[in-house]
């Protein structure tokens, strides 16, 4: 994080990688990027104190709106989506009712065969990101995992905030509450999106993209 940062503010970065396959990434001439610049807040709720991360409020000035809608269909959705140019970089909010049963979420870099999804499962109440079939994941045992947190709907909804780019995912889950960062390794034509429910309850109630 940065020191003595204007109107005491406190940023930092995170860097998007692991020691443990850090050298073995198959990406050439570099390997590995940071995170986002987020800003850190203290939170107090019923349950005590928590650490929020939110993007720094700059980076809206680098948005290009793409996409918009309301309460609509999935199919509809996903039809739609499937039309978009969305490139390597997006930036997306949805807000779904999060209902009781199944999974639902967000599938981006979708291409042949690979996709990495991020969502939540009611049940459990827990934000995941898979990556398990996220693209070139053979060059570390357990690099294709799935990484959850705990997350309790807030007033019946769950906001995810996500940052998409050629090789990294970044989700903040209610306005920061929980943050799951990881590195994926796509091939570079796999730009598609979709929007999935699995035996679930929930509804899309808001979906935002911008390149």
């Given at each position: 994080s940065w020191s003595d940062a204007p109107n005491g503010r406190r940023i930092w970065?995170?860097?998007v990688s692991n020691w443990k396959y850090a050298r073995d990434i198959p990406t050439a001439p570099w390997r590995g990027l940071f995170s986002i610049p987020r800003e850190l807040f203290l939170q107090q709720?019923?349950?005590?104190?928590?650490l929020i991360q939110k993007p720094i409020a700059e980076l809206c000035k680098l948005r290009q709106t793409l996409f918009h809608c309301t309460a609509?269909?999935?199919?509809?959705v996903n039809t739609r989506l499937a039309g978009l140019a969305?490139?390597?970089?997006?930036?997306?909010?949805?807000?779904f009712s999060s209902g009781t049963t199944g999974t639902f979420g967000?599938?981006?870099r979708v291409g042949a065969g690979e996709?990495?999804?991020?969502?939540?499962?009611?049940?459990s109440q827990e934000l995941f990101l898979d990556r398990r079939n996220s693209?070139?994941?053979?060059?570390?045992?357990?690099?294709?995992?799935?990484?959850?947190?705990p997350l309790v709907p807030d007033q019946g909804k769950i906001k995810l905030h996500?940052?998409?780019?050629?090789?990294?995912?970044?989700i903040l889950g209610n306005d920061g509450l929980v943050a799951i960062t990881a590195l994926i390794v796509p091939d570079q034509d796999s730009q598609g999106m979709r929007i999935y429910g699995h035996e679930s309850d929930a509804c899309l109630e808001n979906l935002d993209i911008w390149t």
């Open positions: 970065i995170g860097w709720s019923s349950d005590g104190f928590h609509d269909d999935l199919d509809e969305l490139g390597p970089a997006v930036e997306i909010m949805l807000v967000l599938a981006v996709e990495t999804i991020r969502g939540y499962n009611a049940q693209g070139d994941h053979f060059f570390y045992p357990d690099f294709g995992t799935l990484h959850s947190a996500i940052f998409v780019d050629s090789c990294s995912v970044e």
